[in-house]
């Protein structure tokens, strides 16, 4: 069993930055492949970013590759995403989600936990 919360979320105007925190609880965490996935208004829900369970493979969404960068403090039992350069277009509420298996995926039914949602909002 995992638990998790996200946090870091806000209103910021575009060019903006924010990292977006996930607390894990439960032993299975470090086990985990991981990932985060976004929601707007009347949107399918989309994965953003996705991690391995050891951290050495990562998966981005095009739209935002080279601005957003994901990552996990095994230690901490943390994930974070940095969003760089923010566009309004990334306004959403963000989902934190692990699978319970040890690959990186980018289907949402993939994901077992899920966290409560942290919303993002970028003005232009």
């Known amino acids: 069993q995992v638990q998790l919360v996200e946090s870091g979320g806000g209103l910021v105007q575009a060019g903006d930055s924010l990292r977006l925190s996930c607390a894990a609880s439960?032993?299975?965490?470090?086990?985990?492949?991981m990932g985060w996935f976004r929601q707007a208004p009347g949107k399918e829900r989309e994965v953003v970013a996705a991690?391995?369970?050891?951290?050495?493979?990562?998966y981005y969404t095009d739209s935002v590759k080279g601005r957003f960068a994901i990552s996990r403090d095994d230690a901490n039992n943390m994930m974070y995403l940095q969003m760089n350069s923010l566009k309004p277009e990334d306004t959403a509420v963000y989902y934190c989600?692990?699978?319970?298996?040890?690959?990186?995926?980018?289907?949402?039914?993939?994901?077992?936990?899920w966290g409560q949602g942290t919303q993002v909002t970028v003005s232009s």
């Open positions: 989600a692990a699978s319970g298996l040890l690959g990186i995926f980018t289907q949402w039914n993939s994901y077992r936990y």
């Open positions: 439960g032993r299975t965490f470090t086990a985990s492949g």
């Open positions: 991690i391995n369970w050891n951290g050495r493979a990562t």
